[in-house]
């Protein structure tokens, strides 16, 4: 009966984080808050899919969203505490690749 109670859990996290792009947008901020042109850099990913996965992680408070007021406004993006808790999960998954891809 417990199973039953923890898949839509599951599910719901594995739609989150098994998206395309969104690990590795995690995986990069694990580095620490990083601005919207450094991550697209990073990633071989367009700036339209990148705005939208940042959104939806922001949606999910994986992902913050800091502005600046400076001219020119500066943004940058970090992982709260709910997306760092995701590191642990993140490495072993990098470790598993290292080992078996």
Do not use: H
């Amino acid at each position: 009966m417990k199973e039953t109670a923890l898949c839509p859990r599951l599910a719901k996290a594995m739609d989150l984080i098994g998206k395309r792009w969104t690990a590795l947008i995690i995986y990069q901020l694990l580095s620490g808050p990083q601005r919207f042109n450094a991550i697209e850099s990073a990633l071989p990913i367009s700036g339209r899919l990148l705005s939208e996965r940042l959104k939806e992680l922001e949606k999910e408070g994986v992902v913050e969203r800091k502005v600046y007021s400076e001219v020119p406004v500066r943004v940058e993006y970090s992982l709260t505490p709910k997306g760092r808790s995701l590191e642990g999960a993140v490495r072993e998954i990098e470790k598993w690749a290292q080992n078996w891809t």
